[in-house]
């Protein structure tokens, strides 16, 4: 398997623009978790979903945060607008029951 | 609410060492306990994963305890070389709810 893929790599966008995250997770995972991670705050939990269903979304900052999982291989992360302090690196992970999770590559965002 | 605490936040020893990080929660009713490793700019690395029920796991040179009552767990790295050197980063989650909730780390150095 490939892993758990995350596209883009890297975006930079100005604020007050859409922004997309998109993530494949594991083939056969029935969890998938939304993370941000910032020097000051560390790694958080935005979002978690158990077979395509939004399980536990405490962690969204606000509501400019959505997310969606409308198949079990594909998730979306949406920031509209955006605001120079959303820009962190949002890691997706996948996990089978809730057991060892098995995270991506990370999307690094820098909101001018 | 649960809180994950790592001592020490950076650490560097020379290579062949044996080494001791440490992880304290405060909440003992945890559902499992996972371990990972984070390369500079990079996504998170699954290392060992302890259930509730066990009190160890060993992965090669690495050995993780996990000692509920006392909410504490410790990785052990045998031999230590100078590819271990990364951040290595500690996560729970408690009983009822599959939201992991992660230390801030402890950001390791091995010295060639």
């Known amino acids: 398997d490939a892993g758990v893929i995350q596209s883009p790599r890297h975006e930079v966008t100005e604020m007050g623009q859409e922004v997309t995250l998109r993530c494949k997770p594991i083939s056969g995972h029935d969890y998938l978790f939304w993370y941000r991670q910032t020097m000051m705050r560390g790694l958080e939990l935005l979002i978690y979903f158990n077979n395509n269903v939004p399980i536990d979304d405490s962690g969204m900052p606000e509501d400019r945060f959505s997310a969606k999982m409308p198949n079990a291989s594909f998730s979306t992360l949406k920031i509209q607008p955006s605001e120079p302090r959303d820009s962190a690196v949002y890691f997706c992970a996948s996990s089978l029951r809730a057991h060892e999770q098995y995270f991506g590559p990370g999307t690094r965002l820098t909101v001018t | 609410k649960q809180e994950v605490t790592q001592i020490p936040a950076a650490l560097s020893v020379p290579e062949g060492e044996n080494l001791v990080l440490n992880c304290s929660f405060t909440?003992?009713?945890?559902?499992?306990l996972q371990w990972f490793r984070q390369d500079p700019g990079k996504g998170l690395t699954s290392l060992l994963l302890i259930q509730s029920s066990q009190r160890e796991q060993t992965s090669g040179r690495l050995n993780a305890s996990l000692d509920k009552s006392s909410g504490r767990s410790t990785l052990y790295i045998a031999a230590s070389q100078p590819g271990d050197s990364a951040t290595y980063l500690c996560a729970v989650t408690t009983s009822g709810t599959y939201k992991y909730i992660f230390g801030t780390g402890t950001r390791l150095k091995v010295l060639a």
């Open positions: 909440d003992s009713a945890i559902y499992n």
